[in-house]
T-cell receptor
Framework: SAVISQKPSRDICQRGTSLTIQCQVD?????MFWYRQQPGQSLTLIAT?????????ESGFVIDKFPISRPNLTFSTLTVSNMSPEDSSIYLC?????????????FGPGTRLTVL | DAKTTQPPSMDCAEGRAANLPCNHS???????VYWYRQIHSQGPQYIIH???NNETNEMASLIITEDRKSSTLILPHATLRDTAVYYC????????????FGTGTRLTIIP
């Protein structure tokens, strides 16, 4: 199974600033996913990131607000830009590992962001 | 939109079997049923998945009805550490299909 780490684990930021979240995987993966979980809510997919190509964003999320980098097969970053209190959420990185017998998605521990 | 329906919350006594239902009446022929859980302040954790046969692993059992329109996740001997939100998700078991989360069931194990 893939082991995923995220940095920072939590942060408190001021309105109008930006935060970059890092996601590191212990194995090479084709696709990485970024999710947001607002307080008391379920997970919502922000975007899917392939190495070497532009990320694909879900409805309601745009690249200017959530730019994503995917420089190699084990690493990705998500930036939350020009933050407002509504961006206070847990941000989760996820990867998919598929073989002939299973197709499983693994999640990182999350980054808890509070915007004041 | 999520393709599954789950009760928002359930309680279960410690040591008893916890049975979590899920409706997925629009499931397609190539879609599997996956279960994940999220313990407070952690990332979701894979539990089990299946297509049409019942499945069992070290964590749980999955019972899928013959018409595949519903399923039940069974935790045979619930412990306090099983308190979590449980998500039932349907998706194809190939490729890199994303997981789409519904609202899940908040399971509380009562001592």
């Amino acid at each position: 199974s893939a082991v995923i780490s995220q940095k920072p684990s939590r942060d408190i930021c001021q309105r109008g600033t930006s935060l970059t979240i890092q996601c590191q995987v212990d194995s090479q993966v084709t696709m990485m996913f970024w999710y947001r979980q607002q307080p008391g809510q379920s997970l919502t997919l922000i975007a899917t990131a392939n190495q070497g190509s532009e990320a694909t964003y879900e409805s309601g999320f745009v690249i200017d607000k959530f730019p994503i980098s995917r420089p190699n097969l084990t690493f990705s970053t998500l930036t939350v830009s020009n933050m407002s209190p509504e961006d206070s959420s847990i941000y989760l990185c996820s990867v998919n590992q598929a073989t002939s017998s299973y197709n499983e998605q693994f999640f990182g521990p999350g980054t808890r962001l509070t915007v004041l | 939109d999520a393709k599954t329906t789950q009760p928002p919350s359930m309680d279960c006594a410690e040591g008893r079997a916890a049975n979590l239902p899920c409706n997925h009446s629009t499931i397609s022929g190539n879609e599997y049923v996956y279960w994940y859980r999220q313990i407070h302040s952690q990332g979701p954790q894979y539990i089990i998945h299946g297509l049409k046969n019942n499945e069992t692993n070290e964590m749980a059992s999955l019972i899928i009805t013959e018409d595949r329109k519903s399923s039940t996740l069974i935790l045979p001997h619930a412990t306090l550490r099983d308190t979590a939100v449980y998500y039932c998700i349907v998706r194809p078991n190939f490729g890199n299909e994303k997981l789409t989360f519904g609202t899940g069931t908040r399971l509380t194990i009562i001592p």
